[in-house]
């Protein structure tokens, strides 16, 4: 490969949920999206949350693309996103704002803080069993809004540093070349 | 609207934007076995259906057809076992994009298809069944129209980009993973799918009653993961969304190789599909299969009616003709030559409901009608057998 131009670094994961309410009502500690998650409590108690959450992951969405067919998404490495926009956005680092849960005000915050009545809203009993014989507790309101609810971007390729766009476009890249029959 | 020929042209200097596909494109998805491929013909316009003569010459095959574009159609798990290539909506019509055929693309719909959608999901509607058989081919044609608009906007790209953008996204969904451990989660781009249906559902629920609808929703609803997806995608804004997130799936490699930022909500990524530019249905090749056969019907029990090539005007015809003024006779001397390329639309041309034997009525100057009857079996020509005002010809 090579045609006098860089190839650029990528990174490949995909966006992960967990949530308290989630693990409750399905077993599982994880979901792809806010929209598939299934919820406990009423709206009306979570929405300071879920309002951030929603802020949080339209940023990760904004600044990663769908990779087809794999249900996975890629972004340029941080390094050089970081080279975009500082230069796009007049400083300001959004891309690598948008892996801090401080921006939305959810980071250090306890669930009280954000919603008030969290407490009398919760299932009785608090905690229950749930898969693989673990025991799952309901959050209460002096918890930490990140141990009860989190985004994440996931990379799936390690080590991520090392992924290089042109190993995803393989023969189309424009810098690709023929290997040489003789040596 | 740039010819979909100059942009080939264009993108023939482009390295790998270009292949060439090597299946037949008439081939049917759904198709049992290694079979000589059907005839195929080009379609302008929006055709006329008569099926008039309606035949099963064979119930067993006919049952067996049915079953199983019902399982290719739903994404039935068995469905995979006996040799379905595609499932949902492209089990029933499919687009061939000019990336991988230059000669034969454009969209193919076989008259079988026409029939079993109609069996399977239309026919508990109270309309006539070439009105539902009209009703079929529109809802494939919008769909396919839509893989249509995606491959355009994929080659307006390619032109941009000087990137091969469309066949390195494909070759995901056949090739070899880039890296050990990722595992393909969907088997053709669910989100096209769900925009292609939604493009159908907006464009159909312009002209039909609400009572077409929801049974085009059902059908809709029936399909596989992504296919039925199109049924929350019919706002303004979820369609939006559904094509933007289409085109960023496609180019989404690209825009981090040449630094574009495709993530923007606030591009309106609707304007390069080329769907309301009406250049755009005749820029998209249409092709009908004549494959009845296949499924166990007589050769002419569905007809797509596009033009009367030749008319023979009976002994009734030519006295009643005699008795119209002379601007009534020219206007059937200047139709006759117009219905030689093209058939106009309903009301101007249309089969008159209950007659016997089945007769069109076409619409002259001043309130005048022509009826016109279909070639009998083995003939080409149609018959004009009667003229007149439309008091006259019985229409009240």
């Known amino acids: 490969m090579g045609n006098g131009f860089p190839a650029p670094e990528v990174e490949v994961g995909r966006i992960v949920f967990r949530s308290?309410?989630?693990?409750?009502?399905t077993g599982d500690k994880e979901t792809f999206s806010l929209a598939s998650a299934k919820k406990l409590l009423p709206s009306e108690i979570t929405r300071p949350i879920y309002e951030a959450l929603e802020r949080w992951e339209r940023d990760l969405l904004r600044f990663s693309l769908p990779y087809p067919p794999y249900g996975l998404r890629i972004r340029r490495a941080k390094s050089e996103w970081l080279d975009l926009m500082l230069s796009a956005y007049k400083g300001e680092p959004l891309f690598y704002l948008v892996e801090n849960a401080t921006k939305y005000g959810l980071e250090g915050r306890s669930i009280g803080e954000l919603c008030p009545n969290w407490d009398a809203a919760l299932p009785e009993p608090r905690s229950k069993q749930g898969r693989f014989g673990t025991t799952l507790h309901a959050p209460l309101a002096g918890s930490n809004v990140t141990w009860a609810y989190e985004l994440e971007w996931r990379p799936t390729v390690f080590p991520e540093q090392e992924v290089n766009i042109d190993d995803l476009l393989r023969h189309f890249s424009p810098r690709y070349r023929e290997p040489a029959i003789f040596g | 609207m740039i010819p979909v020929d100059d942009l080939i042209s264009e993108l023939g200097l482009i390295r790998n934007a270009l292949g060439e596909e090597t299946v037949?494109?008439?081939?049917?998805?759904?198709?049992?076995?290694?079979?000589?491929?059907?005839a195929s013909e080009r379609v302008s316009g929006d055709p006329i259906f008569d099926s008039g003569q309606w035949d099963v010459t064979d119930p067993d095959l006919w049952e067996e057809e049915k079953q199983r574009a019902r399982r290719a159609v739903e994404g039935d798990g068995s469905a995979g076992q006996s040799g379905i290539s595609r499932t949902g909506i492209e089990a029933l019509a499919w687009y061939v994009s000019f990336h991988d055929d230059q000669r034969a693309w454009g969209v193919y719909i076989p008259l079988s298809s026409l029939a079993l959608m109609d069996e399977l999901y239309l026919s508990n509607l109270r309309i006539g069944r070439d009105r539902r058989l009209n009703l079929a081919w529109s809802a494939l044609l919008f769909h396919e129209q839509m893989h249509f608009a995606v491959d355009y906007a994929c080659a307006w790209f390619e032109l941009v980009l000087r990137a091969p953008t469309r066949r390195e996204f494909m070759a995901r969904f056949k090739g070899q993973l880039p890296f050990a451990g990722l595992t393909p989660s969907e088997a053709y781009l669910e989100i096209e799918e769900a925009a292609a249906n939604a493009h159908m559902l907006r464009q159909l629920v312009r002209k039909e009653s609400r009572q077409v609808m929801r049974t085009i929703e059902g059908f809709v609803a029936r399909q596989p993961p992504g296919y039925k997806e199109g049924l929350r995608a019919t706002s303004d804004a979820s369609f939006a969304e559904a094509t933007a997130e289409t085109l960023r799936s496609y180019f989404a490699i690209w825009a981090i190789e040449h630094r574009l930022d495709f993530g923007n909500p606030k591009t309106d990524w609707l304007r390069l599909l080329p769907l309301d530019d009406e250049s755009a249905g005749s820029e998209c090749p249409v092709y009908v299969i004549n494959d009845l056969d296949e499924i166990g019907m007589a050769a002419g029990s569905l007809r797509l009616i596009q033009c009367i090539s030749e008319i023979v005007e009976t002994a009734d015809f030519e006295r009643q003709f005699r008795r119209q003024d002379a601007e009534v006779r020219s206007d059937w001397g200047r139709k006759k030559e117009e219905i030689k390329i093209r058939l106009p639309?309903?009301?101007?041309?249309e089969?008159?409901?209950?007659?016997k034997p089945p007769t069109w009525s076409l619409r002259l100057r001043a309130g005048h009608r022509a009826h016109l009857r279909p070639p009998d079996p083995g003939?080409?020509?149609?018959?004009?057998?009667?003229?007149?005002?439309h008091k006259e010809m019985g229409h009240g």
């Open chain 1, 20 to 25: 308290w309410e989630h693990e409750w009502q």
């Open chain 2, 24 to 38: 037949d494109p008439s081939r049917r998805p759904r198709r049992r076995g290694p079979r000589e491929s059907p």
């Open chain 2, 345 to 349: 639309s309903p009301p101007r041309f």
């Open chain 2, 351 to 355: 089969k008159l409901k209950d007659w």
């Open chain 2, 379 to 389: 003939m080409t020509a149609w018959r004009a057998v009667a003229i007149g005002n």
